[in-house]
């Protein structure tokens, strides 16, 4: 069964700084294209980042140059540096492994995590 367990967010002033890590099982980690989602109440989950098995990334226009996306598959775990954070960056963050398609139309699969909650003051 595959586990997506987000870790690392938390109450941050505009400006800061936080690094979320996304730790799998039960899946080939290595061979899988993970994405970091956000989702805001109410609205839809987007995507945000994603690293490819090569290591090829992609950002959302509203994250480029903020965000990095990573992954140590010694460690089965994505990571997302977040830096200069905008309260508009407030959500709910998951991390997935992504089955098909392309930038930024992927599809996820069905096991999300319970996500991390980011919250940005101003």
């Known amino acids: 069964q595959v586990q997506l367990v987000e870790s690392g967010g938390g109450l941050v002033q505009a400006g800061g700084s936080l690094t979320l890590s996304c730790v799998a099982s039960g899946m080939n980690f290595r061979l899988s294209m993970m994405g970091w989602y956000r989702q805001v109440s109410g609205q839809q989950r987007e995507l945000v980042a994603n690293i490819a098995v090569g290591g090829t990334t992609n950002y959302v226009e509203s994250v480029k140059g903020r965000f990095t996306i990573s992954r140590d598959n010694s460690k089965n775990t994505a990571y997302l540096q977040m830096n200069s954070l905008k309260p508009e960056d407030t959500a709910v963050y998951y991390c997935?492994?992504?089955?098909?398609?392309?930038?930024?139309?992927?599809?996820?699969?069905?096991?999300w995590g319970q996500g991390t909650q980011v919250t940005v003051s101003s």
């Open positions: 997935n492994y992504l089955l098909s398609g392309t930038w930024p139309n992927y599809r996820p699969s069905n096991s």
